[in-house]
């Protein structure tokens, strides 16, 4: 999906975020219908899989064929088989119409072609009560991460998530260098 996203990222990840923590804290429980969206090497979709169960679903899409390999191959050998993964552009792809709990978006809004496109899928995608998220990269120079021109700020990243019919619940600090905004639709 983007450019500093690499097979080794997930080590370097984990010194700032622990995905089944942050998970919990927005909180996705068993059952759950989930979905990442430009989920990378999956950092989060392995974590989510296993937090939602066997009778949740993940749902994750990525551009990078390269990367859906992966996250295939760690379900695979996790034994994890509530997990649909596709290679495709997130602005063409709607998994199901009003069926995930949770649309999860992590340090990749500002990657995409169409970040609106793609929000619109979400709002399609999410149930009537269902959460959206979207931890990203607060919009500071810092030695790593996407060029800060390209980062969004947390009201251009907040606007975007309204605009695009959702509420936004809740915005915060997660570490020193990233936010996290939760909206309803």
């Given at each position: 999906?983007?450019?500093?996203?690499?097979?080794?990222?997930?080590?370097?990840?984990?010194?700032?975020?622990?995905?089944?923590?942050?998970?919990?804290?927005?909180?996705?429980?068993?059952?759950?219908v989930?979905?990442?969206?430009?989920?990378?090497?999956?950092?989060?979709?392995?974590?989510?899989?296993?937090?939602?169960?066997?009778?949740?679903?993940?749902?994750?899409?990525?551009?990078?064929?390269?990367?859906?390999?992966?996250?295939?191959?760690?379900?695979?050998?996790?034994?994890?088989?509530?997990?649909?993964?596709?290679?495709?552009?997130?602005e063409?792809?709607?998994?199901?119409?009003?069926?995930?709990?949770?649309?999860?978006f992590?340090?990749?809004?500002?990657?995409f072609?169409?970040?609106?496109?793609?929000?619109?899928?979400?709002?399609?995608?999410?149930?009537?009560?269902g959460?959206?998220?979207?931890?990203?990269?607060?919009?500071?120079?810092?030695?790593?991460?996407?060029p800060?021109?390209?980062?969004?700020?947390?009201?251009?990243?907040?606007?975007?998530?309204?605009?695009?019919?959702?509420?936004?619940?809740?915005?915060?600090?997660?570490?020193?260098?990233?936010?996290?905004?939760?909206?309803?639709?």
């Amino acid at each position: 999906m983007s450019h500093y996203r690499f097979p080794g990222e997930d080590a370097l990840r984990r010194k700032w975020h622990t995905p089944e923590n942050t998970l919990k804290s927005v909180g996705l429980r068993p059952g759950m219908v989930f979905m990442d969206i430009g989920c990378g090497y999956g950092f989060f979709t392995i974590p989510a899989a296993e937090q939602v169960g066997e009778n949740g679903r993940v749902y994750a899409v990525d551009a990078d064929a390269e990367a859906v390999e992966a996250v295939k191959r760690k379900a695979a050998e996790k034994g994890l088989r509530n997990i649909v993964v596709k290679a495709a552009e997130a602005e063409e792809t709607i998994f199901c119409d009003a069926c995930a709990d949770m649309v999860f978006f992590s340090i990749v809004l500002h990657d995409f072609r169409d970040p609106a496109k793609v929000l619109s899928n979400a709002k399609r995608m999410i149930k009537p009560y269902g959460k959206l998220v979207n931890l990203d990269w607060k919009k500071k120079q810092m030695p790593y991460g996407p060029p800060l021109h390209i980062r969004f700020s947390v009201e251009h990243a907040q606007a975007l998530i309204e605009q695009a019919g959702f509420r936004v619940e809740s915005v915060r600090e997660a570490g020193s260098n990233f936010y996290l905004v939760t909206a309803k639709p």
